[in-house]
């Protein structure tokens, strides 16, 4: 609910809205909607030492960078590699299977709908057995 405006048509008034801000050469509001469609995606692999088994490919699609505030989608393919985590992270999986082990050896299965937190000294592997979309949120 809102104090100001038509949540139906989304018109409302501030001064937020009166002045946008302005994020790699486009207008921005205060409302920014996850969808691949709204940036360019960048592509990488993982460090090869870092590469287990596969051959993973990462596609990103980074819509929010300021302040040590990243927010974004991501998706890879099929594979396993090490992860070492000195940010926190937070995690929302949209589609696709992976399994997560920290280095004591706890498996965490990932499916379509699952949610977590990655924090600050995690570390283990990912792996990848079905390619893996997920929408994330990371704080530096």
């Given at each position: 609910m809102?104090a100001?405006?038509?949540k139906k048509?989304g018109?409302?008034?501030?001064?937020?809205?009166?002045?946008?801000?302005?994020?790699h050469?486009?207008?921005?509001?205060?409302?920014?909607?996850?969808?691949?469609?709204?940036?360019?995606?960048?592509?990488?692999?993982?460090?090869?030492e870092?590469?287990?088994?596969?051959?993973?490919?990462f596609?990103?699609?980074?819509?929010?960078?300021r302040d040590g505030l990243?927010?974004?989608?991501?998706?890879?393919t099929?594979?396993k590699w090490?992860?070492?985590?000195d940010?926190?992270?937070y995690i929302?999986?949209?589609e696709g299977?992976?399994?997560?082990t920290?280095?004591?050896?706890t498996?965490?299965?990932?499916q379509?709908?699952?949610s977590?937190?990655?924090?600050?000294?995690?570390?283990?592997?990912w792996?990848?057995i079905?390619?893996?979309r997920?929408?994330y949120v990371i704080?530096?």
């Amino acid at each position: 609910m809102t104090a100001k405006g038509d949540k139906k048509h989304g018109t409302f008034g501030g001064a937020d809205d009166a002045a946008p801000r302005v994020i790699h050469g486009d207008i921005m509001t205060n409302f920014l909607r996850l969808t691949a469609e709204a940036v360019e995606p960048e592509h990488e692999r993982p460090a090869p030492e870092k590469v287990i088994s596969g051959d993973p490919q990462f596609t990103t699609w980074n819509l929010e960078d300021r302040d040590g505030l990243y927010c974004g989608i991501w998706q890879a393919t099929p594979g396993k590699w090490r992860i070492s985590y000195d940010e926190w992270e937070y995690i929302h999986i949209l589609e696709g299977r992976s399994v997560i082990t920290s280095d004591d050896g706890t498996e965490y299965p990932l499916q379509a709908g699952d949610s977590f937190i990655l924090r600050p000294g995690f570390s283990g592997t990912w792996e990848v057995i079905e390619t893996i979309r997920k929408e994330y949120v990371i704080r530096l």
